[in-house]
């Protein structure tokens, strides 16, 4: 089965610094799909981006940018000049295509940005 | 459009009581999933249903735990008689059809269940 490994449970920063939340994945399916997701402090989830297995070009979104590299197995997020709005629990996640609504989330990196 | 909608937003309940979840998706979502999120456990998919039929329950974590589907609008979660053990907030989440080649799930704001 998939699994997400979030190694990083809690980074602090101080604003305007640059910060990268690790994401390494495991799965035997050859088409997959990645999730990042953002919890704030209200508690609600936040859809932030999807990636196909197919799709190794990163992408970049104002501030926020992903590094997917399948050699790695890894999905990385950086968030550059944070800012303390970016506060919050951020979920990587993965869902294989033989089964692509079983999606495993990992166990969640919290951030806080202090000012 | 609205995004998914769950109600209550908060239950406080004592075990031993049922306590109904309630779930909205998103119109023309196909795909419809309850999450259990704990500390200890994280995200964990309970159940997920395609065009109102439960497809995988394999996450339900006992036989206390039911998810009902009527309706391409409706979908709860029952838990008879709840326990203490059951206090997590429980995410609704919808997505499309799969021939939209969109797999995205797109989340509710969560129930917060507190059981006494």
Known sequence: AQKVTQAQTEISVVEKEDVTLDCVYETRDTTYYLFWYKQPPSGELVFLIRRNSFDEQNEISGRYSWNFQKSTSSFNFTITASQVVDSAVYFCALSEAYNNNDMRFGAGTRLTVKP | ?116
């Open chain 2, 1 to 116: 459009d609205a995004g998914v909608i769950q109600s209550p937003r908060h239950e406080v309940t004592e075990m031993g009581q049922e306590v109904t979840l309630r779930c909205k998706p998103i119109s023309g979502h196909d795909y419809l999933f309850w999450y259990r999120q704990t500390m200890m456990r994280g995200l964990e998919l309970l159940i997920y249903f395609n065009n109102n039929v439960p497809i995988d329950d394999s996450g339900m974590p006992e036989d206390r735990f039911s998810a009902k589907m009527p309706n391409a609008s409706f979908s709860t979660l029952k838990i008879q008689p709840s326990e203490p053990r059951d206090s997590a907030v429980y995410f609704c989440a919808s997505s499309p059809d799969l021939t939209t080649k969109d797999e995205t799930q797109y989340f509710g704001p969560g129930t917060r269940l507190l059981v006494l």
